[in-house]
């Protein structure tokens, strides 16, 4: 399989006076599931509807394969719009079916496309009926079926997960599984980031229109401050105060979650919590995606100014 990447290269867009994009720099490779994450307003879905090519960037380019994705590149794109994009009073099957058609396939092609995924997908009992009258977790399946049914060679996905039940969760994640197996790049934009850390291979964090962090998920979280976990019951509130490079991130139930800054001395914090009484546990552990989300947006809470700072 040859190295084929979404390259997203220093693309700016303004609204007006907001800055939605500054150099928006990353890459989603071949075979890969790349999770775009980020405060509301970050940028995400401005970037994604840049991709897809329904906005127009103010500078910088958007590649497929080392080449400036053309119209032609566009139709193999599976978008699933962050505001979902079906009709509502069209039925479910029909909407597939033109979709499916309207990217190239033939009316029997897209027969059995749509049909393929309707079943794939749970919804195939709902061919029939109105868009309108399923519930909103069944139209998001069907909006996903709507991505994924000219088979397409990119997937770029706007908040899919949002509302699903976990059932619902677990098809979509499998879904997304399959088509980055196959060698398809799949990028997709969520707030639930421990599905994200999960699931992803990749993840970039979006602040205020720029990529703050990008990387295997395994790496950056590597990359974070450590914590270590103390379970001792009789500690009472800021029994680790003082400790230098070391600050209680929680303190609930007997446990503590404690983050060390390089170079604290994890003896130090263990001899102060047993002088408090006895201590169940005391293990180092990688900070979460959440975590580390938190501290890249917390550390730039105040660093900027005007418009970029109420966007954090
Ligand atoms: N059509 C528009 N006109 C003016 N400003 C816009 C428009 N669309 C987006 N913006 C602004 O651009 C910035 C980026 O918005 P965008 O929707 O890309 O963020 P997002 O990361 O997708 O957010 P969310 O997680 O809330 O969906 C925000 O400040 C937003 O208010």
């Not at 998001?140 to 991505?147: F, P």
Request: charged content about 25%; proline content about 4%; glycine content about 10%.
């Amino acid at each position: 399989m040859t190295e084929r990447r979404l390259e997203i290269d220093a693309v700016s867009k303004r609204y007006g006076d907001v800055v939605a994009l500054s150099d928006m720099t990353f890459d989603v490779r071949a075979g890969e599931l790349f999770g775009f994450v980020g405060s509301n307003g970050a940028g995400k879905t401005t970037t994604m509807r840049i991709a897809l090519g329904v906005l127009a960037a103010d500078s910088g380019v958007v590649r497929w394969d080392s080449r400036p994705v053309t119209v032609d590149t566009r139709r193999r794109i599976g978008y699933m719009p962050e505001e979902r994009g079906l009709y509502p009073r069209m039925k479910v099957g029909e909407q597939l079916e033109y979709l499916a058609e309207l990217h190239g396939m033939s009316r029997s092609a897209a027969r059995s496309s749509a049909r393929r995924w309707a079943e794939r997908l749970g919804v195939s009992g709902r061919l029939g009926d109105e868009v309108q009258k399923l519930s909103l977790g069944n139209q998001q399946r069907v909006q996903l079926a709507a991505a994924l049914v000219h088979d397409p060679s990119i997937l770029i996905l706007d908040e899919p997960f949002s509302g699903l039940d976990p059932v619902a969760v677990d098809v979509m994640s499998d879904v997304l599984r399959e088509k980055a197996a196959e060698g398809i790049p799949v990028v997709f934009s969520s707030h639930q980031l421990d599905l994200v850390q999960r699931l992803c291979d990749r993840v970039g964090i979006v602040r205020s229109g720029r990529m703050v962090a990008c990387g295997p998920v395994a790496e950056l979280r590597a990359g974070g401050t450590a914590r270590l976990v103390v379970g001792a019951p009789d500690a009472p509130n800021g029994w680790a105060a003082g400790i230098p490079g070391v600050s209680v991130a929680e303190h609930r139930d007997g446990t503590t979650v404690l983050e060390l800054a390089a170079g604290a001395d994890d003896q130090a914090v263990l001899r102060a919590a047993l002088a408090t009484g006895p201590v169940h546990e005391f293990a180092r552990r990688l900070p979460s995606l959440t975590e580390l989300f938190r501290n890249v947006v917390s550390e730039h809470v105040g660093g900027h100014t005007g418009t970029e700072e109420a966007r954090v």
